[in-house]
Nanobody, 125 residues
Framework: QVQLVESGGGLVQAGGSLRLSCAASGRTSSSYAMAWFRQAPGKDRDFVAA????????YYSDSVKGRFTISRDNAKNTVDLKMNSLKPEDTAVYYCAARRYSGTFYSEPGRYDYWGQGTQVTVSS
């Protein structure tokens, strides 16, 4: 089992920045891929970004590319999501997720085995 705990959410004005962090514990492995998803009220859970623990390769959704950066700290077992130039449409609950990495990044939530409890991000206009 892998446990994931997100932190760093909050309220920010449009154009501002936030950094989310996901702490992983349990049976973590360098063969995992870590991802961030988000879910706004009444909407589906959408893929945001993913990173490979071992290689550091990354993958972003088009909606956040150039504004968000995903990174990992292998020593601390944490994955961060730095969010810049935030927009009101970025408002959502942000979730950290994990799955075994086979060389392909997946954007479908059903492909991920482990999830955190989520952290709220609210961007005011």
């Amino acid at each position: 089992q892998v446990q994931l705990v997100e932190s760093g959410g909050g309220l920010v004005q449009a154009g501002g920045s936030l950094r989310l962090s996901c702490a992983a514990s349990g049976r973590t492995s360098s063969s995992y891929a870590m991802a961030w998803f988000r879910q706004a009220p009444g909407k589906d859970r959408d893929f945001v970004a993913a990173i490979s623990w071992s290689s550091g390769n990354t993958y972003y959704s088009d909606s956040v590319k150039g504004r968000f950066t995903i990174s990992r700290d292998n020593a601390k077992n944490t994955v961060d999501l730095k969010m810049n130039s935030l927009k009101p449409e970025d408002t959502a609950v942000y979730y950290c997720a994990a799955r075994r990495y086979s060389g392909t990044f997946y954007s479908e939530p059903g492909r991920y085995d482990y999830w955190g409890q989520g952290t709220q991000v609210t961007v005011s206009s």
